[in-house]
C-alpha cells in the first residue's frame, strides 16, 4: 500500500516541566515529570520547521507549544 501523508497544519506539544499534580480525574494520564531546557526546545522547534514530507512540501502553518499538562508550572511560564 502506498500511502501519502501530507500535512498542512501541524502542532506540537512538549512538556517542558511536567505537572505537579497527580489528578485522578486527568485524562492525560500520570506521565513522568521532566526538565527540558529552552535550548533544547529550540532544538526540538528547528527539527521540525525544517521537516520536508517525500514530496518535498514543508508544513503551511506550524505551532508550538511548551506544555500539554499544566501550563504555569515553570517560574518563567509568562516568558515562554
Known amino acids: 500500500m502506498n500511502t501519502k501523508w501530507d500535512m498542512q497544519e501541524l502542532t506540537v506539544a512538549v512538556d ?29 522547534a528547528e527539527q521540525f520547521k525544517n521537516w520536508r514530507g517525500i514530496n518535498g512540501v514543508g508544513i503551511n502553518k506550524l505551532g508550538f507549544a511548551t506544555w500539554w499538562r499544566e501550563p504555569d508550572f515553570r517560574d518563567d511560564y509568562q516568558e515562554l
Open 16 to 44: 517542558m516541566a511536567g505537572c505537579p499534580n497527580r489528578c485522578r480525574h486527568c485524562w492525560l494520564g500520570n506521565h513522568k515529570n521532566g526538565k527540558i531546557s529552552t535550548d533544547e526546545f529550540r532544538n526540538i
